[in-house]
Antibody, heavy 121, light 114 residues
Framework: EVQLVESGGGLVQPGGSLRLSCAVS????????MNWVRQAPGRGLEWVSY????????FYAESVKGRFTISRDNAKNSLYLQMNSLRVEDTAIYYC??????????????WGQGTMVTVSS | QSALTQPPSASGSPGQSVTISCTGTSSDVGGYNQVSWYQQHPGKVPKLIIY???KRPSGVPDRFSGSKSGNTASLTVSGLQAEDEADYYCSSHGGIGDSDAFYVFGTGTKVTVL
């Protein structure tokens, strides 16, 4: 079955760190660009980060630049998001999402079920 | 880049049509034919329903259609059905410059089927 499964969310204090993982099955991660998108409780979608298939290009939202790092291990079919210096406003469901096999930036055609990150003291 | 602007809500009776607007700038919606739309039911994962402004992924009913004029994109749901009641988000590629957002999402529109 083609799916994305996120893990690693939880409760963390402000200033803390978390590493999210996204396990890919049913297709080869090595051929696909990937993204992280988040959604604060009761709020809309916010793009967080993008990585090209070989990690040669990575992009970040201004709100997380310098604090979050996207990475991937194509051999393990896994995508990661290292989140440091977490803030209360980072509280959200974090989704990993696959780029369509078209021009990068076109659309996200497969989403995981999400993992909840709560930043609170 | 700021979020794309959508109306907070829209509604229609079964069988009617509803159109949702999505307004951006020349740096996102107006600058790229890479506008997509997502449907999200409460507690569920977003689902892609329109990409490249007008195209539908396999399995998406042709009741869903997209268009764009200048800096504004639109999603029309024709022949409204009860299962169309959901939140809808537009999105656009926003560029790859240092201060760009690769994807810019809309503020979201809650569609109610009366």
């Amino acid at each position: 079955e083609v799916q994305l499964v996120e893990s690693g969310g939880g409760l963390v204090q402000p200033g803390g760190s978390l590493r999210l993982s996204c396990a890919v099955s049913g297709f080869s991660l090595s051929s696909r660009e990937m993204n992280w998108v988040r959604q604060a409780p009761g709020r809309g979608l916010e793009w967080v980060s993008y990585t090209s298939s070989t990690s040669s290009a990575t992009f970040y939202a201004e709100s997380v630049k310098g604090r979050f790092t996207i990475s991937r291990d194509n051999a393990k079919n896994s995508l990661y998001l290292q989140m440091n210096s977490l803030r209360v406003e980072d509280t959200a469901i974090y989704y990993c999402a696959r780029e369509m096999m078209l021009t990068p930036g076109d659309a996200l055609d497969l989403w995981g079920q999400g993992t909840m990150v709560t930043v609170s003291s | 880049q700021s979020a794309l602007t959508q109306p907070p809500s829209a509604s229609g009776s079964p069988g009617q049509s509803v159109t949702i607007s999505c307004t951006g700038t020349s740096s996102d919606v107006g600058g790229y034919n890479q506008v997509s739309w997502y449907q999200q039911h409460p507690g569920k994962v977003p689902k892609l329903i329109i990409y490249e402004v007008t195209k539908r992924p396999s399995g998406v009913p042709d009741r869903f259609s997209g268009s764009k004029s200048g800096n504004t994109a639109s999603l029309t749901v024709s022949g409204l059905q009860a299962e169309d009641e959901a939140d809808y988000y537009c999105s656009s590629h926003g560029g790859i410059g240092d201060s760009d957002a690769f994807y810019v999402f809309g503020t979201g529109t809650k569609v109610t089927v009366l």
